[in-house]
């Protein structure tokens, strides 16, 4: 039986006589658990893009894993023992490399950007002078039905009309002022959706991966990592080569404007051309792309 100290009293320690309900075995083990807990974890190797590759062939993660200190290589974890894509091992600094080709999927030329920028605050304009004078129309609409109601009362009430003639009349005008209302109601949808603060966000999603792009080629890998991952949901790996990638939204949109040679050739163009017929060439030719592809973006 172990002796336990029992309690104290005028600094004197008095002898517990009682049964202990743990030995002072377990005792010491679990205050050496609960010490541990208070000393600095040793930190963890850092790996900017675990987690965001996955095999092309089996579809398991890519993991790292550091050598001779410096040089950080990834390769395939092999989880389902049946691909031999795990025998490729490739360095961080190639990985990074084959992840520039990220930005040329979702990146469209400044001056088309601009280009689409200017001509929907334009178009924004006249469709604000639109809904403005929609808007009014129908409040009058409605104020047309509020005074049409408290006349029909006003007949109802001094015996002009039956019961049954005001509930049917009152009835119509009900529903004509709650379809109104509901007129009303998709108008400010529209106006929030048509908004410049919608447009200017929009925008910004269009210039984020030529700002961060810049970021990215800087090296920084936690700067790379932010940025990456917030373009991508995972990027596929086969012979050590991008196979696939997998955006997330709304970049996943603006990989999907399949038409970005015409900016290419519009930029070419322009570049060929410095007497000022770029503007006639990117508004001929590139003009209705850059306005589908803002369009693209209008719902999210």
């Known amino acids: 039986m172990a002796v336990v100290v029992g309690r104290e009293k005028d600094g004197k320690r008095y002898l517990g006589n009682h049964?202990?309900?743990?030995?002072?075995?377990?005792?010491?083990?679990?205050?050496?658990?609960?010490?541990?807990?208070?000393?600095?974890?040793?930190?963890?190797?850092?790996?900017?893009?675990?987690?965001?590759?996955?095999?092309?062939?089996?579809?398991?993660?890519?993991?790292?894993?550091?050598?001779?200190?410096?040089?950080?290589?990834?390769?395939?974890?092999?989880?389902?023992?049946?691909?031999?894509?795990?025998?490729?091992?490739?360095?961080?600094?190639?990985?990074?490399?084959?992840?520039?080709?990220?930005?040329?999927?979702?990146?469209f030329d400044e001056k088309i950007i601009e280009l689409a920028y200017q001509a929907k605050k334009e178009k924004l304009g006249r469709d604000d002078e639109y809904l403005a004078k929609a808007q009014e129309n129908l409040n009058n609409s409605l104020k047309t039905i509020t005074t049409r109601k408290n006349a029909l009362l006003d007949l109802f009430l001094d015996g002009n009309i039956a019961k049954e003639i005001y509930d049917e009349k009152n009835k119509m005008l009900n529903n004509e002022e709650v379809n109104l209302k509901k007129e009303l109601n998709d108008l400010e949808s529209k106006k929030r959706l048509n908004g410049e603060e919608t447009l200017e966000r929009i925008k910004n999603i269009f210039l984020f991966p030529i700002i961060e792009k810049k970021c990215f080629l800087k090296g920084e890998n936690e700067k790379q990592e932010k940025v990456i991952k917030t373009l991508l949901w995972n990027a596929q790996i086969k012979n050590k080569k991008i196979a696939?990638?997998?955006?997330?939204?709304?970049?996943?949109?603006?990989?999907?404007v399949e038409d970005k040679s015409d900016f290419l050739s519009v930029r070419k163009e322009g570049d060929s051309n410095p007497r000022g017929c770029y503007t006639y060439a990117l508004s001929k030719r590139a003009h209705s792309t850059a306005m589908r592809s803002f369009h693209y973006l209008k719902a999210f």
Do not use: W
């Not at 609960?34 to 600095?40: E, K, L, Q, S, T």
């Not at 389902?80 to 490729?88: D, I, R, S």
């Open 19 to 107: 049964q202990p309900l743990i030995s002072k075995k377990l005792f010491d083990q679990v205050a050496e658990v609960m010490d541990n807990r208070n000393r600095p974890k040793k930190k963890k190797l850092y790996f900017p893009y675990r987690g965001l590759l996955t095999c092309n062939n089996c579809g398991c993660l890519l993991t790292a894993s550091r050598h001779k200190i410096r040089h950080v290589y990834y390769y395939c974890t092999n989880g389902k023992h049946t691909c031999e894509e795990h025998k490729n091992y490739f360095k961080e600094n190639y990985v990074s490399q084959e992840l520039v080709k990220v930005f040329d999927e979702v990146v």
């Open 244 to 256: 696939n990638l997998h955006f997330k939204e709304p970049y996943n949109l603006l990989a999907k």
